[in-house]
C-alpha cells in the first residue's frame, strides 16, 4: 500500500503496487463484517456489475477477493492517477471552465 485515496462509511480506497511487476493499482477494501445482509449483498452486485462493465471510460474493475481473517472485501482497479470525476467536476466550476465535448 502507498496511500490512502479516501474513504466512505464502510470502505477505504488505497493506491497499491503490485509486487511481481510494480504496477499500480487502486484497492477498495470493504468492511463487510460489519454490514447488514442488505449492504453485503449490494456491495457483492457492486463488484459483479463493475466485473461487467468494459467501457474507456469507466474503470477497469482487475479482481476481487476477501479476506476472512479482517472480514475485507477487497476490490482491486485500475487506478486513475488524474483523480475522480468528482474532483475534476468541482475544479472546473471553480475555475468556471467547461468540459470539452471530445
Partial sequence: MMEKLG??????????????DEQIYAIKKVKIGQMSPKDRENAINEV?????????????????????????????MQYADSGD????????KRMKVHFRES
Fill in 85 to 92: 470525476l468528482l474532483k475534476m467536476i468541482l475544479e472546473r
Fill in 48 to 76: 459483479r456489475i463493475l466485473a461487467s462493465i468494459n467501457h474507456p471510460n469507466v474503470i477497469q474493475y482487475k479482481e476481487a477477493f476477501v479476506d476472512p481473517k479482517n472480514e475485507l472485501l477487497c476490490v482491486v
Fill in 7 to 20: 474513504d466512505g462509511a464502510y470502505s477505504k480506497v488505497y493506491r497499491v503496487q503490485r509486487l511481481c
